[in-house]
Every structure is written in structure tokens, then in C-alpha cells.
């Protein structure tokens, strides 16, 4: 019994000890708590519109089709999207702008995509040039030898340029910029003016190259039909190759002759060489032509021209002069063909010098003149091109 007492006596008191040290540190390290402690309230909702709520649980049934959401356009918000100009004028705003106006804002605010002259940098739209080119194999399709509505072009320019910086032009700005695409193009002179009162009296030259799409009448019953889906053939035979890229050949046979080519070996016998043949001048070399090689680098440098020159038989004006003959001819002498007042007043011809000059500069070299080309800028195409053209007489 002694033995008992001992032990939970001695439990008793270490208990007691225990509890006493651990109220005299919290006596010590826990701060009191405070007299007047804040207290959490409760926060009322908001208060909600009927008008909200009303419209958030509109009926969507099918009968009605809404969902109760947004509201009519206004006025003003309607007009900043309604700019369309139509090809009978409908929407043109009043204003007018000159070619001389226009061409200044133009280089300021085109320039540097489409050319100081319309005439297209790098992959960028050409803009002027391309007249009769429709019907070739690559036509050049600008606002004056494609576009059927000089609207299309008052819109596109008022409604999305400059890249960029779209619907910044004022509404005469972009009558001048017009006006100076047309003169690029030739279809007006340089003191002509465009406005909202002319405007329809602008001839485009491709106006009646359009046709109305009516294959929805015409053909789509056709094409849909259900396919053919018998008598197929077994196997496809090649039965022409084409030696040019996008090129096939039209006459029967051609693989043949392609693949075959006839060969011809001529026995040559040397002539002896008198020394009169061999001393012969150099002046004998030259009157036979061009050397062969330029001129053929030549006719791929006029590549660049065919837009708008021609040569050749039966070589006709353009949107510039014919070329037959242009090598020493007087400058401004091409018959039928009305030039700018800079060249048609220049005096001089068409010497090798100043063909190379005009060829590399000729804003530069007859400013004011209406071609829309802004030159070339390697000397070996100049001597090139001039070579091909000293050949058409």
C-alpha cells in the first residue's frame, strides 16, 4: 500500500509542477486579449435592376429566337462602317483633288509600296501600265488596264490605305491620289482634276471586260450530276512532254522529237586564209550587227517593257510608243503616239548616250514624263536592252 502512494504521490506533484511552468509562460509570451475586438457583420447583396434581370432571363424559345442582349446600332456607329462607294457614285462624298496634288501625297503615302510612279516594288501591286496585256500568257492587271469601276479604286484606297495607317487620307486626298493613278495610267492629262461631279465620266478601259456570273442558271445543274463511275481506263499514258515550264506542246509527235533529236554530221574543209581576211576591219564586225549574245540578254531584259512597248511586225502603241526604229530617231517622233509635253517639246534623238540615260533615270532625265517605270539599274541591262532595240528598224 506505501509502495502505491509513493508512486501516484510522486505522479501528482510532477503533474502539478508541470502545470504551474506552463500558466507562468503564457503569463509571459501571450499578449491579453484585446477589449473591444472588431467583429465580422454580415455584407448585404447588391442590389440588382429588374431591367437586368429581366433581360438576363428573356425567354429563348423558339418561338421569339433572342437571347436579350445588346441593343439597336446608333447613328454615328453605323456611319463609321458604311463607306462603301458604288459604281453609279452612290456614297461618294463631295471633294476633288489635282494630279499635281495627288502625285505629291502619293509619294508621301504609297510610294514605298507601289513606286513613285504606280508601277509596283518588289512583290507589291503594280498599279499603272499592263494596257493590252489581258490576253497574254502573264497580263498585268492594274487599275487602268483591269479594274471595269474606277469606284472599286476610290474605295479600296479610302476605306484601307495607307498599310497601315487606313482611313487617315481626307476625302480629298484620296480624289488626288485617284487622279494621279489615272494620269500613271494615262487616261487623264496632268492639270486634270477629279471630283465627286466627274468622277462617272472617267472612261475605264476595261469597263465592258466583265461578264454577269450567271452559271448558277447555266451550269450548275450539270456539274451536279452524280459522277461516272464506269468504263474507267486501267492504266494513263504520257503521251507528250513539255520542254518548257507551263508550256505543252501542240503538234503531234514532239515527245518523239524531243526525245530523238536528229543529229547531222558535216564533214568542213579548211579554206585557206588570205591575209586581206584576216586584216579585215573592225569596222566590217560592226556592220553586221550587235553581238548576237547581248542582244539575246537583251530580249529578256525587255521583259520589263512589254507592258507597255512593243516591237516587232506589226508593233503597235501601247500605253507607250512602239520601239521599232527608236535607236537614233528623234526623241518624240513616234507617229500617233501622244506624248508627255516634256518629251514631245525635248529636242535631240535617241543617241546610244541618251537612250542609256533615259533608260536608268527617266524621271530624271525628262521630268514630267508619263512613264511609269522607275528605270533600270544595272549598266549591263542598258547596253543590253538598247542592243535588242538597235535590231528593229
Known sequence: MSKSLNLFGGTALGTVAVLTMAVNFADRNISGFPENPPVMTAIAPPVVSSGLVAAANASTG???????????????????????????????????????????????????????????????????????????????????????????????????MPYGSAQTLSNDEVYAIVAYILYSNFLVDDDFVLSNENFLEVEMPNANGFIIDDRTETEYTIWRTEPCMENCKETVEITMRATVLDVTPEEEG???A???????ETATVAEPVSEAAEAAPVAVAAAAGPDPELVAAGEKVFGKCKACHQVGDGAQNRSGP???????????????????????????????????????????????TKMSFAGLKSEDDIAAVSAYLSTFE
Open 62 to 160: 423558339a418561338g421569339e429566337g433572342k437571347f436579350g442582349l445588346g441593343r439597336p446600332a446608333l447613328a454615328e456607329e453605323i456611319a463609321a462602317w458604311d463607306l462603301d462607294v458604288s459604281p453609279d457614285g452612290t456614297g461618294l462624298p463631295v471633294g476633288s483633288g489635282s494630279v499635281e496634288d495627288g502625285e505629291m501625297i502619293f509619294s508621301e503615302n504609297c510610294a514605298v509600296c507601289h513606286g513613285e510612279f504606280a508601277e509596283g516594288v518588289d512583290n507589291w501591286p503594280e498599279l499603272a501600265g499592263g494596257e493590252g496585256t489581258l490576253a497574254d500568257d502573264d497580263p498585268v492587271k492594274t487599275v487602268g488596264s483591269y479594274w471595269p469601276y474606277l469606284s472599286t479604286a476610290w474605295d479600296y484606297i479610302h476605306r484601307s
Open 258 to 264: 524531243i526525245e530523238a533529236p536528229a543529229v547531222i
Open 254 to 256: 514532239a515527245e518523239a
Open 322 to 368: 512602239a520601239l521599232n526604229g527608236i535607236v537614233g530617231a528623234d526623241i518624240g517622233s513616234v507617229d500617233g503616239f501622244k506624248y508627255s509635253k516634256t518629251l514631245a517639246e525635248m529636242e535631240g534623238n535617241w543617241t546610244p548616250e541618251n537612250l542609256a540615260a533615259f533608260l536608268a533615270d527617266p524621271r530624271g532625265y525628262a521630268k514630267g
